[in-house]
């Protein structure tokens, strides 16, 4: 992808916006983002990963992303994503699934929905299709969500139903 970018020969817009197909095709993708520190903050797989000029917009097949963030790690696979341009947005569909890994004093977290849109700088996500959301034995079914801080706070939207099991123990 980088020999790519350095040698392409840029085009006239009236050519690039007569392509309709992409420009490049990359299979068994892996794309690594590193932050000011030096340190990773995320890791992108994809089976096949297709750039089109047209809008600037890049797809991907069988996404796998991972997010680190001050020592969590959320890992996000879905049948396909769409990246606009300038990768703010990542807008990811079919079998979402989001997992958060427990960390000392937290949980395990985990999300199921069929769409997400992910801004990965920003580390917010939000969906408008139903979702689940289970936590420590707890689950939530809700129409949708809103998330900031990649679910440090998080909103279920429309229809929440809830189930939290009963504490076992004695009463005292």
Known sequence: MWLERVTRIDEPAAERAAQSGPDFVAERTRVVGFGENGAQRYELVADR??????????????????????????????????????????????????????????????????????????????????????????RADALGLRADNLFGTLELVGQVRVHMPRRQGSAS
């Open 49 to 138: 990963l297709a750039h089109f000029p047209q809008g600037d917009v890049t797809r991907l097949e069988q996404p796998r992303l991972l997010m680190l963030s001050e020592g969590s790690a959320t890992r996000i696979t879905a049948a396909q994503a769409e990246v606009s341009p300038g990768g703010e947005r990542v807008d990811l569909s079919g079998a979402v699934r989001v997992r958060r890994a427990a960390t000392a004093g937290q949980p395990e977290l985990a999300l199921d929905s069929e769409t997400l849109t992910v801004w990965p700088d920003s580390h917010r996500a939000r969906s408008d299709t139903p979702v689940r959301l289970t936590r420590a034995g707890s």
